[in-house]
């Protein structure tokens, strides 16, 4: 094979698209139950000796680092769940080339634990919020843990953790009246507000087209409280659609399920197991635990990502919305069969 220093950090797979954005699961557990993505009473789990180590995750992450990744995001599962992450945080963020380390969290451990992933050198923080109503929240996530959550919030800010981000998952007649009131709180806190459709992925075995909150509507309650809201023009390839309010405010909806962007997306997902998922709709991943147990050499990881990366085709979501009697992505047998078609295993 060619010798490392001939691949180009700028690789294309065949739709022209750079690998520069890996999300990373570093676990399948979650101390929540959403709705949206663990709406079931039982689940399979991975088995724990196939679980990648710290350092194998690190590892990893270098190799991705050097195919031109610069920027990774850790999810789970609940990412906090998983012990000494912020030991882990430390290893990815003493890589120069990782220019955006960040995480996703549902927020109710991020109290304890934001004053170490600060000091470990994590960037930014997005926490999971889809209501401000205590007792919705219950009713959503099957947990009385509203109250950590804000105070997960407020302690992240207290610590310097900066741009941090609030996602929520609108769902028709669930918490599609508090756009606003989200918004209000997103001021409040200096924390930019995402709106996100509500996906068929992986998981959503409670998923229909009609609980979907798309983004047309989404603008349209806004407008009406607000006024005008200008497009940000922006040339990325981030999954939010950024918009900014007559006061400046600046918001953003993933509109992944009416709108996809599958053109633009720059993202793989790595599952805490070592599976490489090209999309979030894909069905098969690629093993890379084994290789890297086994004493594969670098070079030989290195052509696997290169050469899988180069012949992408996916567009799962675009391929999703051309279905025109669209259903659950995936049934629950077939999600005990292989847990790793999960949303909390694959990471969002």
């Known amino acids: 094979m060619a010798h490392l220093t001939e691949y180009s950090p700028t690789f294309l797979d065949t739709l022209s698209r750079p690998l520069r954005n890996l999300r990373l699961s570093v676990t399948d557990r979650c101390n929540l ?85 600060h000091d470990a050198g994590l960037h930014r923080v997005t926490v999971s919020l889809d209501t401000l109503r205590p007792d919705r929240f219950t009713a959503l996530t099957r947990k009385d843990s509203h109250a950590k959550v804000l105070n997960g919030i407020k302690t992240a800010g207290q610590v310097g953790l900066k741009e941090l981000k609030i996602d929520t998952v609108v769902i028709r007649g669930v918490n599609e009246d508090e756009l606003v009131d989200l918004l209000e709180f997103g001021k409040q806190i200096s924390a930019e507000v995402r709106f996100i459709e509500y996906m068929d992925v992986g998981g959503a075995t409670l998923w229909s087209m009609d609980k979907v909150f798309s983004r047309a509507e989404i603008l349209e309650v806004l407008t009406r409280q607000y006024g005008y809201i200008e497009p940000v023009a922006a040339v990325s390839a981030a999954p939010a659609d950024r918009f900014v309010l007559p006061d400046g405010t600046v918001f953003g909806i993933v509109a992944s399920t009416t709108t996809p962007f599958c053109s633009t997306c720059d993202r793989s997902r790595l599952t805490a197991d070592g599976t490489w998922y090209l999309c979030l709709y894909a069905q098969h991943g690629i093993d890379l635990r084994s290789p890297l147990r086994s004493g594969a050499s670098k070079a030989e990881i290195i052509s696997t990502i290169v050469s899988v990366w180069t012949m992408r085709s996916d567009r799962g979501a675009e391929e999703r919305k051309e279905i025109r009697s669209r259903d659950v992505l995936v049934s629950v047998d077939r999600l005990r069969q292989d847990p790793r078609l999960e949303m909390h295993t694959r990471g969002g």
């Not at 724990?48 to 050097?66: H, N, Q, W």
């Open 33 to 117: 139950r959403c709705q949206y993505c663990m709406p079931e009473e039982e689940y399979v789990w991975l088995p724990r000796k196939e679980i990648l180590t710290l350092e194998e995750v690190s590892g990893l992450v270098d190799i991705f680092a050097e195919l031109g990744v610069n920027k990774v995001r850790l999810t789970g599962g609940e990412p906090l769940v998983r012990r000494d992450l912020a030991a882990l945080v430390r290893m990815i963020a003493r890589n120069p080339q990782i220019k955006d380390l960040a995480i996703t969290t549902n927020g109710i451990l991020l109290a304890e634990a934001a004053q170490a992933l």
